[in-house]
């Protein structure tokens, strides 16, 4: 009788610890969350993925709760620029400019989501030992492991003043790196000039592309269709219809998240005059997968394993009982 107090003693011990290891692992995200959408800093970093490294400098500024952010790869000369309404995207190597609607709040500092509360659902998080000094500065190292094989995991040193992330790894099932981020350098001003964030890039002579805001679904596909069967904590977040270059016709855009991880599920009508890709495909750190459904071509496209978006884009087929209502209507 003593020895099984004693161990459910032990248990309990161990399993408060564990709770309460988490509880500080979320506290490091949380603060690294805030650190990132408050505070001004001016950075350069690599960016490694496919073998092969870009190397880019974030500008970001917040002045009276407004954000703005310039993202230059000092590679290629491209720029990205960011304001609380629009992202536009100047390409001087393929003489256009693209803007389009900011369809989310977070920072275009490369492989960095929004690690919410629901995160622990499906994802274990660890506060590892201290890792070593980068850029002068001690770190905290963040371990977020999912609980399955259908997402990736992430590595994150986090700056132990300033909770600015200055080391970052996606990684697979196995723990090999997907994508990296790596600072060289980073400053805090307490204040940035307005100019750090506009463009420098020459516009003139560029064609300048405006993608339309999506609109909300309408009585059409996009609502007819669905994923039957997704990963465990996936969920349909968001649909919306939109024009993509070089589709004359909306075409349907479906967004299943878990919280962390997501995948944009495009559908649109097959075209015998547009080239259209079938199969798995490596898009970056993220995995494409398409498929004919019924005249139609369903796309899955996601930063998780192929193996997520082949069980999704296999799974999307028109909602019956959409249908249903749909023709009642």
Not at 46 to 70: A, C, M, P, Y
Request: glycine share 6%; proline share 5%.
């Amino acid at each position: 009788m003593r020895e099984r107090v004693l161990t459910g003693i032990c248990l309990a011990l161990s399993l408060s610890t564990a709770a309460a290891a988490e509880d500080d692992a979320r506290a490091w995200l949380e603060r690294m969350n805030r650190a990132l959408a408050t505070r001004n800093y001016d950075g350069t970093f690599f960016h490694l993925r496919n073998g092969k490294v870009e190397t880019l400098r974030i500008i970001h500024r917040v002045e009276n709760g407004k954000v703005e952010e310039r993202l230059v790869s000092l590679d290629s000369g491209r720029e990205i620029v960011r304001n609380d309404k629009e992202l536009t995207c100047y390409l001087p190597d393929q003489r256009r400019v693209l803007v389009e609607p900011r369809q989310d709040e977070g920072p275009l500092l490369g492989t960095l989501p929004d690690f919410d509360a629901a995160v622990t659902e499906n994802y274990k998080l660890q506060k590892l030992a201290s890792g070593r000094p980068l850029l002068g500065r001690s770190t905290q190292v963040i371990a977020v492991n999912p609980n399955d094989a259908y997402r990736f995991g992430y590595r994150l040193w986090i700056d132990q003043e300033t909770a600015l992330p200055l080391k970052t790894q996606l990684c697979d099932e196995r723990g090999n790196v997907v994508e990296q981020v790596l600072f060289a350098n980073i400053t805090l001003p307490a204040s940035i000039p307005p100019s750090a964030v506009r463009p420098q890039v020459d516009a003139s002579g560029l064609q300048w592309v405006k993608q339309p805001a999506p609109t909300q679904a309408s009585a059409s596909i996009v609502q007819l269709w669905r994923a039957g069967k997704v990963p465990p904590g996936f969920r349909l977040t968001a649909t919306n219809t939109q024009l993509m270059e070089g589709s004359k016709t909306p075409v349907a855009h479906l967004v299943y998240s878990d919280g962390l991880a997501s995948v944009s599920v495009f559908i649109e009508t097959k075209s015998a005059d547009r080239e259209q890709m079938n199969g798995l495909a490596r898009v970056g750190s993220a995995f494409a997968f398409s498929t004919t459904v019924r005249g139609h071509q369903v796309t899955a496209v996601g930063e998780v394993p192929a193996q997520t978006v082949q069980l999704i884009a296999h799974s999307t087929k028109p909602d019956v009982d959409a249908a249903a209502t749909d023709r009642r209507r």
